[in-house]
């Protein structure tokens, strides 16, 4: 099929070349120039793991092309995809004016049409409930094509998204019409391994399954954090209860890793955005409103820890941050807990040293000179009074402790992922402090600074 992705974001980019990965003529339009100029030289702008190889190869074949200019992109599309971006308002609403200008952008492109057949426009961005029957209703009144709105939601995890998008575990559409859902399932055909998996509703029911399932993973996640308060308190383990419960069929064992706090940039923006439609019809979801409570609490129980265990004033401390992605395999930052928990050290008159695999520069943006950056977490624990573990790379795991902690004031590390093992931080002479876990707290060396 001829396919045409406007806007080539995470979700955009990662649904074009997957597209052309299966075989359907794609074209992506950015209007972003200098991302469109990476773009046209085949360099992806984001890190993804496998995304880069894919989308060198369907450059490369022809199968994928960027552009500009909308009107072009359209002569012979078939299926047509809005992936602008939705971000958060200050109040945590949602921001629309992006998805409706490019719908706006794309209903006067139609305008003069000529293409024979129907088109189906795709709203593959997260949008609150009502938005794609009222773009139906947008797009018939200004164009004179024959046309089909339909929601489909994303469902994919940042670190495994090219997987997710080629091996779905459901695809939801959401529309009025059946011809509609008929060129969805062909559209899919290729990725689609079990008829059950393919989820025809209506518009409002696929826009709310998005902000559904974001928030039951988000309050996974929050009751574990809110359980590993409990385990410190009465010296239990985190990791024996998740895996207690998630060997009950009925909970499983996903999303149940006790942490800092959840970031990115679903969770926090699609947890906010339901308080909001709630309350649009008069309902206070007090239990949509304790989730967001117990994350923001969880950067500041870590934060409170680390000040804790320090054995010494905070101010004039030296910290290292090892990681500063709001998870591993990304260069994301949004919503990244290391933003707030670094906002709480600098506010306390710390120096941080921070190191992350793919997220500095990004981070940059954030903190500028006010903290130092490091190329390598050996490097960025040297001097510390402390390390503050925030990001679960795997690298993190194998790192020499024994050199680490010769080098360190005093060698501390507190974990707000709970990702290294307690009896290689005993062997190597740490004081480890994990969320929800015991500690290990051998006695305490400090380094002498003459």
């Given at each position: 099929?001829?396919?045409?992705?406007?806007?080539?974001?995470?979700?955009?980019?990662?649904?074009?070349?997957?597209?052309?990965?299966?075989?359907?003529?794609?074209?992506?339009?950015?209007?972003?120039?200098?991302?469109?100029?990476?773009?046209?030289?085949?360099?992806?702008?984001?890190?993804e793991?496998?995304?880069?190889?894919?989308?060198?190869?369907?450059?490369?074949?022809?199968q994928?092309r960027?552009?500009?200019d909308i009107?072009s992109?359209?002569?012979?599309?078939?299926?047509?995809?809005?992936?602008?971006g939705?971000p958060?308002?200050p109040?945590?609403?949602?921001?629309?004016?992006?998805?409706?200008?490019?719908?706006?952008?794309?209903?006067?492109a139609?305008?003069?049409?000529?293409?024979d057949?129907s088109?189906?426009?795709?709203?593959?961005?997260?949008?609150?409930?009502?938005?794609s029957?009222?773009?139906?209703?947008?797009?018939?009144?200004?164009?004179?094509?024959?046309?089909?709105?339909?929601?489909?939601?994303?469902?994919?995890?940042?670190?495994?998204?090219?997987?997710?998008?080629?091996?779905?575990?459901?695809?939801?559409?959401g529309?009025?019409?059946?011809?509609?859902?008929?060129i969805?399932?062909?559209?899919?055909?290729?990725?689609?391994?079990?008829?059950?998996?393919?989820?025809a509703?209506?518009?409002?029911?696929?826009?709310?399954?998005?902000?559904?399932?974001?928030?039951?993973?988000?309050?996974?996640i929050?009751?574990?954090n809110?359980?590993?308060?409990?385990?410190?308190?009465?010296?239990?383990d985190?990791?024996?209860?998740?895996?207690?419960?998630?060997?009950?069929?009925?909970?499983?064992?996903?999303?149940?890793?006790?942490?800092?706090?959840?970031?990115?940039?679903?969770?926090?923006k699609?947890?906010?955005?339901?308080?909001?439609?709630?309350?649009?019809?008069?309902?206070e979801?007090?239990?949509?409103?304790?989730?967001?409570?117990?994350?923001?609490?969880?950067?500041?129980?870590?934060?409170?820890?680390l000040?804790?265990?320090?054995?010494?004033?905070i101010?004039?401390a030296?910290?290292?941050?090892?990681g500063l992605?709001?998870?591993?395999?990304?260069?994301d930052i949004?919503?990244?807990?290391?933003?707030?928990?670094?906002?709480?050290?600098?506010?306390?008159?710390?120096?941080?040293?921070?190191?992350?695999p793919?997220?500095?520069?990004?981070?940059?943006?954030?903190?500028?000179?006010?903290?130092?950056?490091?190329?390598?977490?050996?490097s960025?624990?040297v001097?510390?009074d402390?390390?503050a573990?925030?990001?679960?790379?795997p690298?993190?795991?194998t790192?020499?402790?024994?050199?680490?902690?010769?080098?360190?004031?005093?060698?501390i590390i507190?974990?707000?992922r709970?990702?290294?093992?307690?009896?290689?931080?005993?062997?190597?002479?740490?004081?480890y402090?994990?969320?929800?876990?015991?500690?290990?707290?051998?006695?305490?060396?400090?380094?002498?600074?003459t």
């Amino acid at each position: 099929m001829e396919v045409t992705v406007i806007g080539c974001g995470y979700v955009g980019l990662v649904t074009a070349t997957c597209l052309a990965s299966i075989g359907h003529t794609v074209r992506g339009v950015e209007n972003d120039p200098r991302k469109l100029r990476l773009l046209q030289e085949c360099h992806c702008p984001i890190f993804e793991p496998g995304l880069q190889e894919l989308m060198s190869e369907q450059c490369g074949s022809g199968q994928l092309r960027f552009t500009s200019d909308i009107k072009s992109s359209l002569e012979d599309a078939q299926v047509i995809f809005l992936a602008v971006g939705t971000p958060p308002r200050p109040d945590g609403m949602v921001e629309m004016c992006y998805l409706d200008a490019a719908a706006k952008e794309l209903a006067d492109a139609l305008g003069g049409r000529t293409a024979d057949g129907s088109l189906t426009i795709i709203v593959k961005s997260t949008v609150p409930p009502g938005t794609s029957r009222r773009l139906n209703e947008v797009f018939r009144q200004r164009t004179q094509s024959e046309l089909h709105v339909v929601d489909n939601p994303e469902f994919l995890r940042e670190g495994s998204a090219v997987k997710d998008f080629l091996e779905p575990d459901r695809i939801i559409i959401g529309g009025d019409n059946p011809e509609a859902f008929r060129i969805m399932r062909r559209l899919y055909d290729p990725i689609i391994k079990r008829e059950e998996n393919f989820l025809a509703m209506n518009w409002e029911s696929a826009e709310l399954t998005k902000y559904a399932a974001n928030t039951m993973l988000a309050a996974r996640i929050s009751f574990m954090n809110e359980m590993s308060i409990l385990c410190d308190s009465y010296g239990a383990d985190i990791e024996d209860i998740r895996k207690g419960i998630g060997t009950d069929f009925r909970i499983g064992p996903w999303f149940l890793r006790a942490g800092c706090g959840y970031g990115g940039s679903c969770f926090p923006k699609d947890v906010a955005a339901l308080e909001h439609i709630s309350r649009s019809v008069a309902h206070e979801s007090l239990f949509v409103q304790a989730i967001q409570t117990i994350n923001r609490n969880q950067k500041r129980r870590f934060y409170d820890k680390l000040v804790a265990k320090l054995g010494r004033p905070i101010e004039g401390a030296q910290i290292a941050v090892w990681g500063l992605a709001f998870k591993a395999d990304t260069d994301d930052i949004r919503e990244s807990p290391a933003i707030d928990i670094i906002g709480y050290l600098l506010s306390a008159g710390a120096h941080v040293r921070a190191t992350d695999p793919k997220a500095m520069d990004n981070m940059k943006q954030v903190f500028h000179d006010s903290i130092q950056w490091v190329v390598d977490p050996v490097s960025a624990a040297v001097g510390a009074d402390a390390v503050a573990l925030l990001t679960d790379w795997p690298q993190y795991s194998t790192l020499p402790f024994r050199k680490i902690a010769a080098t360190m004031n005093r060698p501390i590390i507190v974990d707000g992922r709970n990702c290294l093992h307690r009896d290689i931080m005993r062997e190597n002479g740490f004081q480890y402090y994990p969320l929800g876990r015991p500690a290990v707290e051998s006695k305490v060396r400090v380094r002498s600074k003459t």
